[in-house]
């Protein structure tokens, strides 16, 4: 395992050479080109981060049952269908932002 | 008069925090409110939802788990512990205030000292494998879906029941000694001792925790919360963390206060029956 925790995705300018050599160096090329791709003004937001509140709260939850075997997969999907349909119907489903550019 | 006007700030503040709130929560649980905004009348329909809720009905039951567990392990350890203690002179303020320190320490600092203390890979369970006792390594107290409910009780029992042996040894104390004296007279060991005059000596303490202990056990949400927030796949959710998800999550803030009301009213029923068996002429 790295020595240098993964988890630090800051928006600020950095190369694969300011990290620690004890860093693994997968995580410093990662890091290194959303850093790049951050300063070219490439960035966005995905649909799956735009979950409406009922459906985030299920994968949260539901997800756990999944993984304890409690449902199955299809199930999951099936009930996350069923959660989001409803909130889209009622207009919950959160605006999502267009890119820089797009 | 003047009574009044010293009571006057009192009320103001029980008015803004207890009854507003409460009379607002009645209002509420009977609309589709999401916790901001304007709210539309359902009328039952948030109750009859809960009565078919099956989430609803797991987290009582683990409320009511959670209600046995407290009933019997802090009050039978805070007894045992309260008895033992009544029975030394020396080092008993020692004991006392050891016993005691959990209960001061904030329930987050409690519950983050455990879930180092019991973690899977840097826990006690690796501690101990590494001196040849491997039985606990890896073993994931919070994560598991037979021990996570369990273990938080654990965690919040250990917290609780220096609190219970206080209590106890402070009513023990009151218990008149030429009952003991009279009773060794009569022959009695130590155990018919502590059923024959040790527990009649205390009842209206015991009683006062066991009413404690089942209200709070209605109502837990602290520990719960902060170490498993009702996980893994729900095996420790308690209805106060689902309503909380309820309320603050699903933004289902009507839904989540006509359960808070369905608490409310089963913490009102323990009371009352121990109002009845007060008036029955129970000495409780």
Known sequence: MAAVPSAFNAPLPFTESDFPSSMDERVARQLAALSQATNEGNLGYTAWTFWPAKSDLYIQEEMQKVLTGDITAAEFCEGLDEEFTKERKEGAVPKIIKPAGA | ?284
């Open chain 2, 1 to 284: 008069m003047t009574a009044w006007l010293f009571m006057l700030p009192l009320i103001v503040v029980n008015v803004l925090v207890i009854l507003g709130p409460s009379v607002a929560t009645v209002y509420f649980s009977f609309t589709d409110w999401s916790g901001i905004g304007s709210a539309d009348w359902v009328g039952l329909q948030n109750y009859t939802e809960i009565v078919a809720d099956a989430d609803f009905w797991s987290a009582l039951m683990h409320n009511l788990i959670w209600t046995a567990i407290f009933l019997t392990v802090p009050v039978g350890m805070g007894l045992l512990g309260a008895f033992l203690l009544s029975q030394i002179t020396r080092f008993q303020m020692v004991f006392r205030v050891l016993y005691f320190i959990p209960y001061v320490i904030a329930s987050v600092v409690n519950a983050a000292l455990w879930q180092n203390i019991l973690d899977p890979t840097r826990g006690i369970g690796s501690v101990l494998a590494t001196v040849g006792i491997p039985y606990l390594d890896g073993v994931s107290f919070f994560g598991s879906e037979r021990l996570a409910l369990p273990a938080v009780a654990f965690v919040d029992n250990w917290h609780w029941w220096g609190f219970v042996v206080l209590l106890f040894l402070t009513v023990l104390q009151s218990v008149d000694k030429e009952l003991y004296e009279a009773a060794k007279m009569d022959g009695a060991n130590r155990w018919q001792q502590f059923i024959n005059v040790t527990i009649p000596g205390i009842r209206a303490t015991l009683v006062f925790v066991v009413l404690m202990t089942i209200i709070g056990s209605l109502l837990v949400f602290d520990y719960i919360y902060i170490i498993t927030r009702g996980g893994p796949a729900g095996v420790s959710e308690v209805v106060g963390t689902l309503m909380y998800k309820e309320a603050f999550a699903r933004f289902e803030a009507g839904y989540a206060a006509a359960m808070g009301l369905g608490l409310s009213f089963m913490s009102g029923l323990v009371i009352l029956v121990f109002l009845y068996l007060r008036r029955r002429g129970w000495e409780i």
